[in-house]
């Protein structure tokens, strides 16, 4: 047994560039993100906030079945798409549709597997980006393996896995972790803390004092970040990403930040959590407090953000539109792709189907 690395440990408190007033606060190890990347972490996180109202809308208007949104998490969502380089990966959930977008998919794209169409609207290997997971934290073990096999090839792929607090309850999770530390493997853990699993708080979900406190048990350093602090989160995520490309191993990241609104719109988080508990999160929104900064700074101006703001209404427009058109699915498709030898029980549920297509194309 060796005495353990306290270097693993997180700090007490979560590491912060820029505070909820937009004020710089400089720390001894993280230094401030470059303007021009400030700019950039801005720029996108108004399209991500306008993505999340759009797609909001869109379920209301029955466009889409379901939306997990990130509003309040759009700086982790963005830094997350930052931090990686071109042909590294990023294993996203069902909630991280606005950093899929961030790394270059088109947003209606994104939205096939929101919208029930398909398992998945673009081609992964074209972005680096995994399909979105919707099982909790099995995409960690996918994103590990993924990572060990390049590693294996001698590629330089940095692997980023995100999931939620929930998530980190799941025995996948915990095999994940111990897999890549054991293994040195190129990955970034990277947990979106917002506090709640659905109805149930981070309090029922760990007894730990953090979830980055989990680290050090696996040997890898934890890290505690502002989850809504774009700057800090680009810090640290890029610390974490060149630690895994230079061969050094994992890093669990956490991001603290705050689901602003309920799980889906399929739950109502008025049953379980006070509305004063969410209004004093407004103040410590992503996006003013960087804007805030960058207007302090004179990093921008009327004519950046006008431009900003014309951009993501041209997202949210295409948005509209291609959400708006039917699509021709064929429900027979439901069955491909699943059995090379379909067994009997499926053979008669597409028999079924298959009946009723015919009738009722017979009728029409
Ligand atoms: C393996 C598994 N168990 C249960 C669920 C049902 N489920 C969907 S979302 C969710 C809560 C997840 O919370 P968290 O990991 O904190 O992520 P968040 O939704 O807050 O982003 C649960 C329990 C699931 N999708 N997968």
């Not at 699509?327 to 009723?356: C, G």
Request: charged residues 25%.
């Amino acid at each position: 047994m060796s005495t353990p690395d306290t270097s693993l440990l997180p700090r007490d408190t979560p590491v912060q560039l820029i505070d909820e007033h937009g004020t710089a606060t400089p720390d001894p190890d993280y230094a401030l993100p470059s303007a021009e990347r400030l700019q950039q972490a801005y720029a996108s996180l108004v399209n991500g906030r306008r993505i999340n109202d759009q797609c909001n809308a869109l379920v209301r208007q029955g466009r889409l079945a379901v939306y997990p949104s990130s509003n309040g998490q759009e700086a982790c969502q963005v830094a997350a798409a930052l931090a990686l380089a071109e042909g590294d990966w990023l294993f996203p959930t069902y909630r991280d549709s606005v950093s899929v977008i961030a790394r270059g998919v088109a947003p209606e794209d994104a939205m096939v597997l929101l919208r029930g169409d398909w398992h998945s609207g673009y081609n992964p290997h074209a972005f680096g980006v995994a399909p979105q997971s919707t099982p909790l934290a099995t995409q960690l073990l996918h994103a590990v393996g993924f990572a060990h096999a390049a590693m294996l090839r001698g590629e330089p792929t940095v692997v980023l896995a995100m999931c939620g607090d929930g998530a980190t309850s799941e025995g996948d999770f915990h095999e994940a972790m111990n897999f890549a530390a054991v293994f040195k493997l190129p990955v970034v853990f990277f947990v979106q803390n917002n506090e709640f699993a659905i109805s149930v708080p981070l309090s029922r979900q760990t007894a730990a004092p953090s979830l980055a406190h989990k680290a050090i048990g696996y040997g890898m350093p934890g890290r505690r970040v502002d989850g809504n602090d774009v700057a800090a989160l680009l810090a640290v995520l890029q610390e974490a990403v060149d630690r895994g490309r230079r061969g050094d191993g994992p890093t669990l990241v956490e991001a603290h930040t705050y689901r602003m609104l309920a799980h889906t719109n399929a739950d109502d988080d008025t049953r379980y959590r006070e509305r004063d508990e969410v209004q004093a999160w407004v103040a410590r929104d992503p996006l003013s407090r960087v804007r805030t900064y960058l207007r302090a700074e004179e990093l921008l101006d009327d004519a950046a953000e006008a431009a900003m703001t014309e951009e993501a209404e041209g997202i949210a427009a295409e948005l509209r539109a291609a959400m708006n058109a039917d699509p021709e699915l064929d429900p027979q498709e439901l069955f491909a792709h699943v059995f090379a030898e379909r067994p009997a029980s499926l053979e008669a549920q597409w028999e079924l189907l298959h009946d009723e297509i015919e009738r009722t194309e017979a009728g029409a």
